[in-house]
């Protein structure tokens, strides 16, 4: 007997390719077991219900390969798979001695993969159903397969031991690889969502750059179309059927004029390009933008000599998420200091509100830690967010809650951190 399939499957996704290529190995080593404890070892085996029961597994598989093939299994179907081999291996045990037979072990094998591939409530019914596998067997079970010696008495206490122990192993296996597991997919789901946010960021930087350029690349030959239109303009008489177009054309190259300027005026043409620099206290404006309210008092304060800083994405959006989570908890007022020294570059980002809560503090920095009261977003995640995106450009970045009330988050780079990232 072998464990059940699925050991070499991606956490959250199984494939059907997966499964069944597994099961057929599962299915020759169950037939090597029974046939080499049966005819090798001369245990009494009962072959026609045991090999009924691999012939089963035999069927599902054909079966199987036989539907239309998908790239995933659903979380459903894949517990539905699982399940069966729970089963069938419970079927197996049931006529080979039950939980006295050493191999009862491997009832733990579906619910182990269950709990690296499936969600809690899939993962907590198959942990149910093995064990109640379990239960039963120590209850229900034919005589275990002997040779030779007297077979051993095992006493009920040994049993109600075995059993004891698997339940322990069946549940702690399963906690903790589902904790493991879960945690593991919660963290690669924000990094594909801090990919994401960094991308958009270099996209509107991108945008912005595209645009200021235009704007800049487009100015002269527009002037030379109004230079032109206006010459025309002069030259014709007032009756000409030709001065309305004239004027029409000077107007909507004026019009262009206009839109142009819009453009190299806005804060994303300005600072879209990643390697364009500002002062520190300018950046920290700049960055808050979006964010501003008429609710939320803004302030900057700046000590020491500022460093100029390059307007790097990472930098730009990182910094963003941890200014707008000040503003989405602050009661009145959100105060930003910078402090540049000998040591390096602090910036410290301080908030009137209620503060972070003092059982999560020092968990902050992980994915989906809990949830807003008055929103359905993670809080969390924007944070783990911008911890990673700062955290690529070399700073540190410390949680607390500030002695007057309210939380403060600081943001540090060493002097040589800071090179990247001055012009």
Known sequence: MMQSPADNVVPGRVTLRTLTSMRWLVVAGQLVAVLVVHFAFGFDLMLPPTLLLIAASVAVNIHATMRPQ???LSERST????AYDTLQLAGLLYFTGGIE??????LLGPMTVAAGVLGRGHVTVLALLGMLCLGVLTIVHLQLPWAGDPMPDFPPLYRTGVWAALWLAAGFIAIYNFSVADEARRISDALVETQMALGREQRISSLGALAAAAAHELGTPLATIAVVAKELRKEM???SPYLGDVELLLSQSDRCREILAELARRPESAGGD???SMGVPALLEAIAGPYRTRRIAYQVEAFGPMPVMKRAPELVHGLGNIIQNAMSFARSRVVVTAQSNEDGLKIRVRDDGPGFPPGLLSRLGEPYLSQRQDTDEHLGLGIFIAQTLLERTGATLTFENDKGGGAAVTIFWRNDRMKPLTS
């Open 79 to 82: 517990a539905l798979y699982l």
């Open 101 to 106: 037979n050493p191999f009862a072990v491997l």
């Open 274 to 276: 990643p390697f364009e």
């Open 70 to 72: 998908r790239r995933t």
């Open 237 to 239: 008489p007032a009756d």
